[in-house]
Every structure is written in C-alpha cells, then in structure tokens.
C-alpha cells in the first residue's frame, strides 16, 4: 500500500522568504506525483504534476518540485513567496498498480501563511 | 467549461436520515473518486469508479455506498449517516489523457447531529 508524508505541518514565513515543503512517499513501484493547493474556502487546484522524464517539474505561480527517486522524495519550492500564497498543500501520489491509477492517497497537508 | 460539480454545498442533517450527494462532470472522464477532508488527516479516498458501473473501495469505505450509471454522475449515498461523517467531502474526475490531474468539485459540507 501506499502512503504519503508531510512533515511540515505548519509553515509561517515572511513575503519573500524562499519556501520548501517536503513531501515523501512510501511505494516501490511506478509512479504519479503531485503537489495541489487549496487557498481558504476553496477546492483543491493542481500546482504540478510529475509523470514521467525531467525530474525536475515546474508549475504554476512560480512553483516547481524535484522528484529524488531514491529518496522518495518530491519537494515542493518557491524561491519568494508572496501573502497570495497562503493556503494548504497537498502532496499527492498515484501509483500505477492500484486499481489502475486511480488508487490516490494525500498527505495530510501542510498549512503556509505568509506574513506581509 | 471544464467543471465538476456537486449538490447540495452545505447540508445539515440528523442521525440514520438517508442522503444523498449527486456529483456530475462535463469532461466524459472514465474516473471519477470521492474524499473526506477532515482537520490533520488531509484527503482520505472513500470510493472510486474507473468507469461505468465500475467502483471500487478506497481507504474510508465504511458507510457510504457509491453507483456509476452513467459516466458523468458519480453519487455519493449515506444510508443512515452518524456524527462521526461530519466532514467535508469533494468529488474529483480525472482521466489518462490529463495524466491522472484530479478535477474537484466546489466541496460539500455535511454536518450530522
């Protein structure tokens, strides 16, 4: 089975701070991966997806990720955050032989507020 | 436009009163799934469908019941709802050709006394 991790639970920064979110995951098969975003009252909305090739994956508003197979890994970053980017992220993995990739499994999510 | 979308957004009802929230998609995607957003837990799955008449279990089955008639609806059944299914729940379709990228509904807000 598999499972996702957010360490960070809660992140305060200030506007312009350079942001990290990690996210690991536990499968050892093939792989989807992706980071969303939830902005307050909000649905959830894809910031980027890793599928396949360049392990390194850019998003939108300036978002981009870093798949490090070997550890399991697909941080989220941005190097300057701005207050518009308070909101939830989620990270989120899919994994090919689970009900024919429609098996997802979330992160609990890690809550980032930007400070003006 | 590309939606997906749910009924009712907020509901409000009592312990063992059957309900139903209805979830409908415009994009003819074969998948479509069902979560629960609760505080510290993230999205939990609770079914999935791959295609019509096609559902499986995710993590959070016990107690909602799902059917796939159609491709587009994707209900959501709560044959007698209890407190503990106080949540948040989003419907999200998603397809091969979009590389699996969920599409979520509004969300629906359940509160059971």
């Known amino acids: 089975a598999q499972s996702v991790s957010q360490h960070n639970h809660h992140v305060i920064l200030s506007e312009a701070a350079s942001l990290e979110l990690g996210c690991n995951y536990s499968?050892?098969?093939?792989?989807?991966l992706f980071w969303y975003v939830q902005y307050p009252g909000q649905h959830l909305q894809l910031l980027l997806k890793?599928?396949?090739?360049?392990?390194l994956v850019k998003g939108i508003k300036g978002f981009e990720a870093e798949f490090i197979k070997s550890k399991f890994s697909f941080n989220l970053r941005k190097p300057s955050v701005q207050w518009s980017d308070t909101a939830e992220y989620f990270c989120a993995v899919n994994a090919g032989d689970s009900g024919g990739y429609q098996k997802v499994t979330f992160g609990t999510g890690t809550k980032l507020q930007v400070i003006p | 436009e590309a939606q997906v979308t749910q009924n009712p957004r907020y509901l409000i009802t009592v312990t063992g009163k059957k309900l139903t929230v209805t979830c409908s998609q415009n994009?003819?995607?074969?998948?479509m799934s069902w979560y629960r957003q609760d505080p510290g837990l993230g999205l939990r799955q609770i079914y999935y469908?791959?295609?019509?008449?096609?559902?499986d279990k995710g993590d959070v089955p016990e107690g909602y019941k799902v059917s796939r008639k159609e491709k587009r609806n994707f209900p959501l059944i709560l044959e007698s709802p209890s407190p503990n299914q106080t949540s948040l729940y989003f419907c999200?379709?998603?397809?091969?050709?979009?590389?699996?990228?969920?599409?979520f509904g509004p969300g629906t807000r359940l509160t059971v006394t």
């Open positions: 994009m003819n995607h074969e998948y």
């Open positions: 499968y050892g098969g093939t792989v989807n």
């Open positions: 890793y599928f396949s090739g360049d392990p």
């Open positions: 999200a379709s998603t397809s091969p050709e979009s590389s699996y990228e969920q599409y």
């Open positions: 469908s791959m295609n019509v008449e096609v559902t």
